[in-house]
């Protein structure tokens, strides 16, 4: 008898060794799953990525005018699979005289309200807050702290290109 109540004590021991072992595993790992999104905010700097940043044709050097201010769309490099038609994004390009652009973000400077190109006045306006801006993206009158922000670009191939994947700031190098 005496037996069998040691072989059940044993088994008893046991079955609460296995069980605390459980409960410790389970907050495990609930501590990990609760840990993870500050460990990854905390590590997202060092995990960024930024392939996006890359080269995007606006198209042939022929298609924009001497003299012209036009509206260009290219397909924003740093896209998801559910982003539908807002991959397409907007930019000025103003061509100067023979190969010299300005590639304009559509975004003003102050709140970031899509201006528009007035070719009767030669003014970009923006219609939130009456921003208005030059030809040459500087500020004419308005809230805007600076001019409109530029994107890098480069003649290759004759074709236009711009450096994309983000909306060009002053801290935005190529």
Known sequence: MSEDRALRDERMVARRTLLMKLGI???VL???ALSAPFVAYILSPLLRNTRYLQWVSLGRVDTFHEGQTRLATFNNPF?????GVTVQTACWVRRMEG????VFAINCAHLGCPVRWFPQSGLFMCPCHGGVYYA????AAGP???GLFQYPMKLQNGELMIFAGQLPTLSTKP
């Not at 040459?136 to 500020?139: L, R």
Request: glycine share 4%.
């Open 79 to 83: 896209k998801r699979p559910w982003d």
């Open 30 to 32: 609930v501590a990990a």
């Open 144 to 146: 805007p702290p600076r």
């Open 136 to 139: 040459d993206g500087t500020v």
């Open 99 to 102: 190969s010299a652009f300005q």
């Open 25 to 27: 595993a389970f907050n």
